[in-house]
């Protein structure tokens, strides 16, 4: 298991039931992942106003067409059965008098979203899964320990290698390897991801041979604290949910005259809005407006947030939160099925590391907890069901390469260059100027596999980043997370998905009225 954020826990929890070996890796700590970042909750049709079908339609709604219907049906089916295990794993979810709390997020159409300590759901999930890792021996944690490239033989994949803490490279062989590192928005300047985010399981699936898809789609969250000196921390959608507003520099209300939904149309839109009404004036930030929530004793509703913003010398309801779009969530990744099979026999992905067809083009809110639950359950039933063992495949041990010393500079260049020219509003003209910026920055990266963390994910964030431009660029029209002001609307001939795999051509592959 390459991950410890809630799909690699959850997977491997469920896995270690077979009494099967099962040894999870994690970058850093088991703390700092996207899972710890996640505020607003999780979403899952539980309450007898809502209803499987309801999510079904949000969620298809949201991804503007790319949806697999049946990856769809299969989360919103199958969710339910998901959070029940979370509670047995020991979850606390929020309740109130009448059961569990549901709060209501964009784009959805019921209150469906389960939520844990106010807005710290993610790190009390995070906690729980942690805590019964005790009860495994057969579970091995390292930490501080990084994936480097996949081992393949002719069967599939036989493992991976890796550094451990300090610096010294060795193999894992695995009879199944379970990608579930994440995504990559730390390609970006301004993201609301932790510094682990860099990409690194899509990048080894890339020079491995596997397909990967949907890697233009990038989700940029609207409301980040935009405060000089400050982290662009989260403002969950959830605020927005429970009623804070959206102002322009003239601290006027405008999402209404964007979209009937207003604060709580799909995050593409109100984060493309918020640019439009920032262009307007010049403005660095919009500003949300809380004051709404004062009868909803905001400090203990939203605790994280209220703690982070007074930190920074907010003063909550009462003042405005200063807050811009920046880049949140991957949708692109690798390709899986319904299964979690990457296409490669013993490889599997799960979570925001992957590209299931559940998220289209743009993902509906607190669906990635969700998808991280029903895809690694399916993962973990297919393991315990297997008789694979792990074999000792003869391949040579790559020659690493010492620190690359420039690291520093080409990744601050990258995360301007793929902020400004492949963010949030792209054109063919921009796109093709961060092509050769990419190139140049590429020379200055031998390529190889490195002996310190940061050169290596240097490494994947520049192989990542070219393969986003170039999807970007080939995508001849703006849907959901990706908006080219050179084709401002959707075409019918675009709709479908563009793959890459390595050493070929990328491929388009074409949907018939939106469902595959």
């Known amino acids: 298991m390459v991950g410890g954020g809630v799909a690699g826990l959850y997977t491997a929890l469920l896995a270690a039931e077979s009494g099967k070996r099962i040894l999870l890796l994690a970058k850093s700590g088991l703390d700092e992942s996207n899972t710890e970042q996640a505020q607003g909750g ?59 709390a549901l709060t209501k997020e964009g784009a959805h159409s019921k209150r469906r979203i389960l939520h844990a300590r106010g807005d710290a759901t993610g790190k009390a999930i995070r906690e729980a899964l942690t805590a019964r890792l005790s009860h495994f021996p057969n579970i091995t944690v390292r930490t501080h320990t990084l994936a480097l490239d996949l081992i393949m033989d002719d069967s599939g994949c036989a493992g991976l290698f890796c550094l451990d803490p300090d610096g010294e490279l060795y193999a894992v062989n695995a009879a199944h390897t379970v990608m579930a590192s994440g995504g990559a928005c730390k390609l ?95 403005a660095k930030n919009l500003w949300l407006d809380v004051s709404p929530l004062a009868d909803k004793d905001f400090p203990n509703r939203f605790p ?22 920046a880049a949140h969530y991957f949708m692109g990744g690798i390709i899986t099925d319904i299964n979690g099979k990457t296409g490669v026999p013993g490889l599997f992905a799960c979570g925001e590391v992957s590209c299931s067809g559940v998220h289209g083009a743009n993902r509906l809110a607190s669906n990635s907890l969700l998808e991280a639950l029903v895809f690694g359950r399916r993962i973990a039933e297919s393991i315990k069901g297997s008789r694979k ?128």
């Open 42 to 100: 999780i979403a899952a049709s539980i309450s007898e106003q809502d209803t499987p079908h309801l999510h079904l339609q949000d969620t298809l709604n949201a991804g503007a067409g790319l949806c697999d219907f049946e990856a769809v049906n299969t989360l919103v089916q199958e969710g339910p059965a998901g959070i029940r295990s979370l509670i047995d794993m020991g979850v606390n979810f929020d309740k109130n008098k009448f059961g569990l």
């Open 188 to 282: 970006f300047q301004n993201t609301t991801n932790p510094p682990v985010a860099t990409g690194d399981g899509i990048a080894m699936a890339w020079r491995a041979g596997v397909r990967l898809g949907d890697m233009e789609f990038v989700q940029f969250h609207p409301t980040a604290l935009m405060l000089e000196g400050a982290p662009r921390f989260l403002i969950s959608e959830a605020v927005r949910g429970e009623g804070a507003l959206l102002l322009n520099d003239s601290k006027e209300r405008f999402m209404p005259a964007y979209h009937a939904q207003a604060e709580l149309a799909p995050r593409d839109i109100v984060a493309r809005a918020m640019v439009s009404e920032m262009e307007k004036t010049g």
């Open 304 to 325: 994280t947030i209220y703690q982070k913003c007074t930190e920074f010398g907010l003063k909550l309801p009462g003042e405005l939160i200063p807050v811009a779009p």
């Open 389 to 516: 063992k792990p074999i000792a495949v003869q391949c040579p041990a790559p020659a690493l390469l010492p620190e690359n010393t420039d690291a520093p500079a080409i990744l601050e260049e990258l995360g301007k260059t793929m902020w400004r020219l492949v963010g949030l509003r792209r054109d063919g003209q921009g796109m093709e100027k961060a092509q050769a910026i990419l190139t140049a920055l590429t020379v200055k990266v031998p390529a190889g596999t490195y002996a310190d963390k940061r050169s290596m994910e240097l490494v994947n964030m520049l192989t990542l980043a070219k393969i986003i431009t170039q999807a970007a660029l080939l995508r001849k029209e703006s849907r959901g997370g990706h908006y080219r002001f050179d084709y401002p609307r959707p075409r019918p001939g675009q709709l479908g998905h563009w793959v890459f795999q390595r050493g070929q051509e990328p491929k388009f592959k074409a949907m018939k009225e939106g469902i595959e």
